[in-house]
């Protein structure tokens, strides 16, 4: 009983580890391209997020993307940005709009971020759903290691698309029905 119990604490400090590790080694690739390069989804889709911003951008929604997507995106943008820019840099709301102004890719940058943040909670979802099927934790580890390192998971998670959350909807709804 103690030792089962013991081996279920290492195993789920195991996947926390992997997914902090799956986090930061992805962090690091998150600038490629910038601000030269943006995938066509990325802008259709910062133009989705952004128009929930339309007293402010000007911009007319249209109706491309999900209701949720663009909003959560930008939810999360603001919060990361009030993190790293008001709490960590100690700028004020001029600076940050002039500072966004002047570089509109970190507008892109941050919704990276959040792309990222979102996979990472979809792999978590995939781990939770291997588990509630009693899958052998090995199996479990080594499916959670290939799905982490695929070229799925790495066009999603380096892109700020609707894609992200399409798959962390994906998986909660497997998860919870």
Not at 43 to 59: N, P, Q, V
Not at 80 to 102: A, G, P, R, T
């Amino acid at each position: 009983m103690i030792e089962d119990r013991f081996k279920n604490i290492i195993f789920k400090f195991f996947i926390f580890l992997f997914l902090i590790y799956f986090f930061l080694i992805n962090f690091n690739k998150l600038s490629f391209g910038l601000p030269f390069f943006l995938d066509a989804d990325e802008s259709a889709f910062m133009k989705s997020t952004l128009s929930y911003l339309s007293y402010i951008t000007g911009i007319k929604p249209d109706l491309i993307d999900p209701i949720y997507a663009p909003i959560f995106n930008l939810l999360l943008i603001l919060k990361f940005v009030f993190l790293n820019e008001v709490i960590i840099n100690s700028l004020d709301f001029s600076q940050i709009k002039s500072k966004f102004y002047f570089n509109p890719e970190l507008f892109v940058y941050y919704g990276r971020i959040v792309s990222l943040t979102i996979t990472t909670i979809s792999i978590y979802f995939l781990f939770l759903i291997l588990r509630k099927l009693k899958i052998n934790i090995y199996l479990i580890s080594l499916s959670l290691f290939i799905f982490s390192n695929s070229l799925v998971t790495l066009s999603i998670s380096h892109v700020n698309g609707k894609n992200s959350f399409y798959l962390l909807i994906f998986l909660m709804q497997i998860y919870f029905f």
